[in-house]
């Protein structure tokens, strides 16, 4: 067992932990390992696997059926997140939640203000953050606001603000490095192993294997809400993690067929907008993408890649500049133009842009084809084939989910990624924008979306890929090209030549090749 490599008394017991919900979903069943203390111990597994289940139980945020968990070898109730704090259980959810126009120390001190009579002592809360800082290793400016740092830097401001209580032991971080240039994560994993020798225990939740790899002592993984496999990680294989976290059958690594590309389909010309953010600000910005062919843009987010892709969905008018698709010129479309002339989007936020939580899966699913004359008789909709044809796409996507009626609420983050794909792809476009794809999801949705972004462009569609993750971008484009502060600063032919690490300087501003 992985627990056994750092010490006797595991600091955390899971013993039997079993999640049952309202709507029938078992989330998890008759959970049981141990974290040792002073461990850096991943929790891996597909999503729907259980894994956030089991860390908001532990943190509070849901109760369990069944099974214990045990504190130092003591049963412990943890009953809300102030009772996890109370406990020594800090977490980082992967979506911040700092407010931007408040400052470093503000958001850390937030709600345990120091006061000098009945106002807030600045000196001092100043002080304490650099206390904080210093203490964890965790350099930050307690003057500056949120609205201007980088996401690495606003990533340690939610780590110290999780650490500001006295006497946190145990640490949960969710996908960390998910938006992470590669610099930004080996500096992530330096500071996590300080924490670790400040004797933290920290569980770290993640999809990429060769971050695991690198970084952690031990691993769970977690298959259909159960425990496949718990082990030290230099007692298994990444072959062996995988086929833990996947079952037998593990998904063929994708990668860009190579073929060639047809005639130049989008051009876009000294793209320029005005923003007030740093993250949708363009300044003269130049491509081009032909029919079957996938670029990928690369830069640490907030380069500018919200503001490109609002532009090239509709969604926003550039300030100046021109963009043409086949030929024509297309500057000032909305999104129904845009659609129109054949373009589909898997956007970054799933929820908030890609889908309504509330509505079922048939809602989701056929948005925008249920006016097609199948699903209509009149004034109504035929709801009996509007669900068989969403029964199947669940099954043609993998969909798991308990059936067409669910809501998109009740589904993990791959499956309703899988539900928007679907209904991007069922389009036919000749143009897709996929925007952070695969971010968050497991190895399995992950290679199925992406062989489908392979398919599309060898049908011949002109393919705008945007991805934090560096390997996936690698492995399905065509070109690179570099966004930093608003502007391309490198176009590359994709090549054995072209690596994360010759990337990087440009993502970072230290290098230019445009």
């Not at 650490?163 to 994993?189: K, M, N, Q, S, Y």
């Not at 992950?446 to 890929?465: H, P």
Request: proline share 4%.
């Amino acid at each position: 067992m992985g627990a056994s490599t750092m010490g006797d008394v595991p600091i955390i017991s899971f013993e039997g932990v079993s999640k049952h919900y309202p709507n029938g979903t078992q989330a998890l069943s008759g959970v049981s390992f141990s974290i040792a203390a002073g461990a850096i111990h991943a929790i891996c597994g597909e999503n729907g696997a259980g894994k956030s289940t089991l860390m908001k139980i532990l943190f509070g945020l849901e109760q369990p059926t069944g099974g214990a968990i045990r504190l130092d070898g003591e049963a412990v109730s943890i009953a809300s997140p102030r009772v996890a704090a109370s406990l020594g259980i800090a977490m980082v959810h992967q979506h911040f939640s700092l407010i931007p126009s408040l400052s470093v120390a503000e958001n850390i001190l937030l709600g345990q203000e120091p006061r000098r009579g009945l106002f807030i002592d600045r000196a001092e809360a100043r002080r304490r953050v650099l206390a904080l800082s210093a203490r964890y290793h965790l350099e930050v400016d307690p003057d500056a606001r949120i609205s201007g740092l980088s996401v690495a830097a606003q990533q340690k401001v939610e780590i110290l603000k999780a650490l500001l209580r006295d006497g946190v032991r145990v640490l949960i971080l969710d996908e960390p490095t998910a938006v992470l240039t590669p610099p930004e994560t080996d500096e992530l994993f330096e500071r996590l192993r300080d924490l670790q020798r400040a004797g933290l225990t920290i569980l770290f939740i993640s999809h990429k294997l060769r971050e695991v790899r690198a970084l952690c002592t031990d691993v769970t993984a977690l298959r259909l809400g159960q425990v496949s496999g718990d082990s030290a990680m230099d007692r298994i294989s990444d072959a062996e993690i995988a086929a833990l976290v996947m079952g037998a059958s593990r998904p063929a690594a994708v990668a860009r067929s190579g073929g060639k590309s047809g005639a130049v389909s989008l051009v876009v010309e000294d793209l320029h907008l005005s923003a007030a953010s740093g993250a949708d600000r363009l300044t003269g910005v130049n491509f081009s993408i032909r029919s079957g062919e996938i670029l990928g843009i690369a830069g640490v987010d907030g380069s500018g890649q919200r503001g490109l892709v609002s532009v090239l969905s509709g969604a926003r008018q550039p300030t100046s500049g021109s963009v043409t698709w086949n030929g024509q010129a297309v500057m000032g479309l909305d999104t129904i133009g845009w659609r129109r002339n054949g373009m589909a989007h898997l956007p970054a936020d799933r929820f908030h842009q890609g889908g309504a939580r509330g509505l079922t899966v048939t809602e989701n699913a056929l948005a925008g084809a249920h006016r097609l004359a199948r699903f209509v008789r009149g004034p109504f909709l035929r709801k009996a084939e509007m669900e068989q044809r969403a029964g199947e796409i669940i099954e043609e996507f993998g969909v798991r989910c308990p059936g067409p009626r669910a809501p998109l609420s009740a589904l993990s983050g791959g499956n309703a990624q899988k539900v928007i794909a679907a209904r991007e792809f069922a389009t036919d476009p000749s143009f897709l924008i996929a925007d952070q794809p695969t971010r968050g999801i497991d190895i399995a949705a992950a290679a199925f979306i992406q062989s489908r972004i392979l398919e599309l462009a060898a049908s011949g569609a002109a393919v705008l890929l945007i991805s934090a993750d560096l390997d996936e971008l690698l492995a399905l484009s065509d070109r690179v090209a570099v966004l930093y502060a608003g502007r391309i600063v490198a176009t590359l032919d994709n090549g054995p030549d072209v690596t994360p690490e010759r990337l990087g300087p440009f993502m970072l501003g230290l290098d230019s090749a445009a």
